[in-house]
């Protein structure tokens, strides 16, 4: 199943149809039949459209965009879009669907409502999971950019909202970058470095003037910075006030916007010592498999493992108050911090690993 972007309906795929569901509800609001071709295919994408009114669905050999009411009548289907894809999903809008072929050797444009494409080669990331470090949307505006690597070196290209059209491009001061990404209010571009190559986040202008070289979560490097693996994720709030930066360690830095310095050091615990201010949850399985939420009294320690370590997700709530984060060694465990009090609120520990998401409009609401 798939939560819709404007966090009201459900979408659950139950062959041989799509059942729409409200979440005040849980009632089913529209089921949508598939084609006899998609019932029996193996369905590789499932996805929501940016307004929440489609739903767009995959198979090895094409493309068909449903509209999610029953009031909304237009349907697409794209055939044989490329030979092989590694990842499909929409662009800016409805209209536009970004479909990454094979190996990177190509990202191909497609917009719904002029059936015109553009071709734009090697993108540098071309997985599902990696897709979102190699481009990113203005917002407001909607122009475009890009990470693309050609010979060994990183580029970086603008592309317009309307055609998406290539207006400027650059080479960033990267030796390998890891992802790029627009600031909330659109006045920044951000780049950083791969974490083999140290800790570096660039920051450029719309055109690609280069306004400042961050070295450290400070602003500059110290002694040590060159031995120390470098940036894992980048997080800007819906506020566009701060940013949360993680790197291998347990710890993730909160930076202002305005002076890109650490105002906040956010340290996970080994040891969990519930209090009055800090909350936490363990579930439990019963003989039955039914799970419960049980209130920790006593100190406990999540479970590791060591396949991975640092943080590599984590997302503000729509207040830009509070940060969600998952460390990649304890998989199982989500952990909620109160920015405004710089300190642990919740931590919640699951029996399997999880995912989440916070609601995009309501502060303070989670999914798990």
């Not at 509070?322 to 989500?334: I, R």
Request: with cysteine; hydrophobic share 40%; aromatic share 8%.
């Amino acid at each position: 199943c798939a939560a819709s972007p404007d966090g009201q309906l459900i979408a659950s795929l139950s062959s041989p149809e799509i059942l729409i569901r409200s979440t005040a509800t849980l009632e089913i609001i529209h089921a949508i039949k598939l084609p006899s071709e998609l019932a029996a295919a193996t369905i590789q994408t499932f996805l929501w459209s940016p307004s929440s009114t489609r739903i767009l669905l995959s198979t090895p050999d094409q493309i068909q965009v449903f509209p999610a009411l029953e009031t909304l009548r237009s349907r697409a289907a794209i055939r044989n879009a490329v030979p092989k894809h590694s990842h499909i999903q929409f662009g800016r809008s409805d209209s536009e669907i970004l479909v990454f072929s094979a190996f990177g050797l190509k990202l191909l444009i497609i917009d719904l409502s002029s059936s015109r494409a553009v071709e734009v080669a090697s993108p540098k990331f071309y997985q599902r999971t990696s897709v979102p470090r190699t481009v990113s949307f203005r917002p407001n505006s909607g122009h475009m950019a890009l990470l693309t690597r050609v010979a060994g070196r990183d580029l970086v290209s603008i592309h317009s909202p309307a055609g998406r059209q290539l207006q400027r491009s650059w080479a960033p001061e990267t030796v390998d970058a890891q992802a790029l990404a627009w600031s909330p209010d659109g006045q920044v571009l951000l780049v950083w470095e791969s974490p083999a190559h140290g800790w570096h986040l660039l920051l450029y202008t719309p055109d690609g003037q280069l306004i400042r070289k961050l070295e450290g979560p400070d602003g500059k490097a110290d002694d040590d910075s060159a031995l120390k693996p470098g940036i894992r994720a980048c997080q800007p709030s819906p506020s566009a006030q701060c940013y949360a930066v993680s790197d291998y360690s347990r710890s993730v830095s909160i930076l202002d916007s305005m002076s890109w310095r650490q105002t906040l050091r956010l340290v996970h615990p080994i040891t969990i010592c519930p209090s009055d201010t800090l909350q936490v949850w363990q579930e439990q399985l019963s003989s039955t498999g039914i799970s419960q939420f049980h209130h920790a009294t006593q100190e406990i320690s999540p479970a590791t493992s060591m396949t991975s370590t640092g943080c590599s997700t984590m997302a503000f709530d729509a207040s830009s108050n509070l940060l969600a984060t998952k460390l990649d060694d304890s998989p199982t465990t989500l952990w909620i911090w109160d920015l405004s009090a710089g300190e642990l609120r919740a931590v919640l520990l699951f029996y399997h690993p999880l995912e989440f998401t916070w609601h995009p409009f309501i502060q303070e609401l989670l999914l798990v």
